[in-house]
């Protein structure tokens, strides 16, 4: 349950940054740590609640799959465990969605505000020799305006990396997500319908627990070589 509720505080302030500031994502640091601690907490609470209530005997059991209930409370491994993952999961798809539009939009009305500014140093050019009217003057942009159309541009420089690299960043997290927990949550719900698991299932949970901890890094890892070879490439 950390894992994934941290995995969603991070990608929140990633979008807050980039919707708002990271001066607004940084506000709410101590809610990122309440939510990321308190959900487990309040969950593990309400379980060790249902003993009493339910009288099926210890609600915490062995570690399997990484889930501490106990096979006498099988639907709550669902309910406190895997169904919260999944909401996150699709949440943190919700924001990357969002990322995403943000960033294309940015980069597309830089690349506006550059071919304006351009236009309008082209027409004070043509201007300058000769006496202009007020009118046709006050026409123009100011130069703050330019100036700011300018900074735009160079703030969006190299956009279209940026959009690549949040692409794949994304498709890698989709499908590591995908990969490390859908054999467990399968598995859970077959066993909470009475059925038994494959020997192949098994050893796709295993693989996927193995290779959990790697996405992110690795993501990280290769969008910044990615990265690093389209700046020396585009430097030549």
């Given at each position: 349950?950390?894992?994934?509720?941290?995995?969603?505080?991070?990608?929140?302030?990633?979008?807050?940054?980039?919707?708002?500031?990271?001066?607004?994502?940084?506000?709410?640091?101590?809610?990122?740590?309440?939510?990321?601690?308190?959900?487990?907490?309040?969950?593990?609470?309400?379980?060790?609640?249902?003993?009493?209530?339910?009288?099926?005997?210890?609600?915490?059991?062995?570690?399997?799959?990484?889930?501490?209930?106990?096979?006498?409370?099988?639907?709550?491994?669902?309910?406190?465990?895997?169904?919260?993952?999944?909401?996150?999961?699709?949440?943190?798809l919700l924001m990357?969605?969002?990322?995403?539009?943000?960033?294309?939009?940015?980069?597309?009305?830089?690349?506006?505000?550059?071919?304006?500014?351009?236009?309008?140093?082209?027409?004070?050019?043509?201007?300058?020799?000769?006496?202009?009217?007020?009118?046709?003057?006050?026409?123009?942009?100011?130069?703050?305006?330019?100036?700011?159309?300018?900074?735009t541009t160079v703030?969006?420089?190299?956009?279209?990396?940026?959009?690549?690299?949040?692409?794949?960043?994304?498709?890698?997290?989709?499908?590591?997500?995908?990969?490390?927990?859908?054999?467990?949550?399968?598995?859970?719900?077959?066993?909470?319908?009475?059925?038994?698991?494959?020997?192949?299932?098994?050893?796709?949970?295993?693989?996927?627990?193995?290779?959990?901890?790697?996405?992110?890094?690795?993501?990280?890892?290769?969008?910044?070589?990615?990265?690093?070879?389209?700046?020396?490439?585009?430097?030549?």
């Amino acid at each position: 349950m950390g894992m994934t509720s941290f995995s969603f505080c991070i990608t929140l302030y990633c979008y807050l940054t980039v919707a708002y500031s990271q001066k607004v994502a940084d506000k709410y640091w101590i809610y990122y740590f309440c939510y990321g601690w308190g959900l487990g907490a309040l969950f593990t609470a309400l379980l060790l609640a249902m003993g009493p209530i339910l009288h099926r005997g210890n609600v915490i059991g062995d570690a399997t799959f990484e889930c501490w209930i106990a096979p006498a409370y099988q639907e709550y491994r669902i309910w406190f465990m895997f169904l919260p993952m999944w909401i996150h999961f699709g949440l943190i798809l919700l924001m990357y969605a969002r990322i995403f539009v943000k960033v294309r939009r940015v980069n597309h009305d830089g690349k506006e505000a550059s071919f304006q500014g351009d236009e309008v140093e082209s027409g004070r050019s043509s201007c300058s020799s000769t006496k202009t009217d007020p009118a046709i003057s006050s026409s123009f942009p100011s130069q703050d305006r330019t100036r700011r159309a300018t900074e735009t541009t160079v703030h969006t420089g190299g956009g279209h990396l940026k959009v690549n690299k949040l692409i794949f960043r994304t498709a890698i997290v989709t499908l590591g997500y995908l990969v490390s927990w859908t054999p467990a949550t399968v598995v859970r719900i077959i066993a909470l319908y009475g059925g038994k698991a494959s020997f192949l299932a098994n050893v796709l949970i295993a693989l996927g627990f193995s290779a959990a901890g790697l996405w992110n890094s690795g993501t990280f890892f290769v969008s910044w070589y990615y990265m690093r070879s389209e700046v020396k490439h585009g430097s030549k």
